[in-house]
Nanobody, 124 residues
Framework: QVQLVESGGGLVQAGGSLRLSCAAS????????MGWFRQAPGKEREFVAG????????NYGESVKGRFTISRDNAKNTVYLQMNSLKPEDTAVYYC?????????????????WGQGTQVTVSS
């Protein structure tokens, strides 16, 4: 079992930055591939970024490539999402997810554990 708690959301102006954190419980954090997803009102949950458990390889959704960076600190059981050049269309609830995955996955159903989400609002 893994429990995930996100933090770092808030209100920011367009062009600004935020860093989200996701703290995980459990002693096997390093075995989990981690992902960030987001969901805006009336829209489906969207893949944002993922980082693989064993080699820290990463992948990103097309809409955030070049602006967002995912990273992890296994010693702190924490995964981060650095978000730069934020746009109003980045406004959403951001969720951290974990899964025992052999490869990076973009599909929400592939991840077994989820945090409660943190709101990010970008004003124009």
């Amino acid at each position: 079992q893994v429990q995930l708690v996100e933090s770092g959301g808030g209100l920011v102006q367009a062009g600004g930055s935020l860093r989200l954190s996701c703290a995980a419980s459990g002693r096997t954090f390093s075995a989990y591939t981690m992902g960030w997803f987001r969901q805006a009102p009336g829209k489906e949950r969207e893949f944002v970024a993922g980082i693989k458990w064993n080699d820290d390889s990463t992948n990103y959704g097309e809409s955030v490539k070049g602006r967002f960076t995912i990273s992890r600190d296994n010693a702190k059981n924490t995964v981060y999402l650095q978000m730069n050049s934020l746009k109003p269309e980045d406004t959403a609830v951001y969720y951290c997810a974990a899964g025992l995955l052999a490869a990076l996955r973009r599909v929400a159903d592939d991840y077994a554990y989820w945090g409660q989400g943190t709101q990010v609002t970008v004003s124009s």
